[in-house]
T-cell receptor
């Protein structure tokens, strides 16, 4: 019963470096999401994928790219990391999207950009 | 664009007391959800209430929804130390997304 698995759990990057955050779900969910959580800001949607083969921008997409590799996996890439991207990143999945029974979240990736 | 907003931002109560937190939102919704986040962990879905429902229960949780006031409340009865967490409401928005509020930090005092 793994649910949503995110890797890595922690990462420190230097400004300008690139990295990919990995997310995989084993619940056969159609929709997947990437959020960032900053102190006092709640969760903000970066990108989402309503189904395999589709991706759409969320509230704060600048500086990020995503790939829905298959139904299970949804990765988030930072091409040139900036200190403003220091945050905790959460991946989530859902069977029925916003109309359904709730999202399942991963445990998060804590990213620091120095 | 913030849809839901929780109130209060922080709440401290004695163990055994009831905890009530509120969520207000701006535009019409199809459903509203509540999530819990323990420190350093991901969010956990607690309960979903649809726009045609007024009240819903799950164990020690009671959620109400007043669409005329665009507000919802989450009541946790007989609080326990393990209830210490942040609680978020989330409302459905356009394009199959949900939008989270900034959360209420609940601290249960021994």
């Amino acid at each position: 019963n793994a649910g949503v698995t995110q890797t890595p759990k922690f990462q420190v990057l230097k400004t300008g470096q690139s990295m990919t955050l990995q997310c995989a779900q084993d619940m056969n969910h159609n929709s997947m999401y990437w959020y960032r959580q900053d102190p006092g800001m709640g969760l903000r949607l970066i990108y989402y994928s309503a189904s395999e083969g589709t991706t759409d921008k969320g509230e704060v997409p600048n500086g990020y790219n995503v790939s829905r590799l298959n139904k299970r996996e949804f990765s988030l890439r930072l091409e040139s990391a900036a200190p403003s991207q220091t945050s905790v990143y959460f991946c989530a999945s859902s069977e029925l999207g916003a109309t359904g029974g709730g999202y399942t979240f991963g445990s998060g990736t804590r990213l620091t950009v120095v | 664009s913030q849809q839901g907003e929780e109130d209060p931002q922080a709440l401290s109560i004695q163990e055994g007391e009831n905890a009530t937190m509120n969520c207000s939102y701006k535009t019409s919704i199809n459903n509203l959800q509540w999530y819990r986040q323990n420190s350093g962990r991901g969010l956990v879905h607690l309960i979903l209430i649809r726009s045609n429902e007024r009240e819903k229960h799950s164990g020690r949780l009671r959620v109400t929804l007043d669409t005329s006031k665009k507000s919802s409340s989450l009541l946790i009865t007989a609080s326990r130390a393990a209830d210490t967490a942040s609680y978020f409401c989330a409302t459905d928005a356009r394009d199959d997304k949900i939008i989270f509020g900034k959360g209420t930090r609940l601290h249960i005092l021994p």
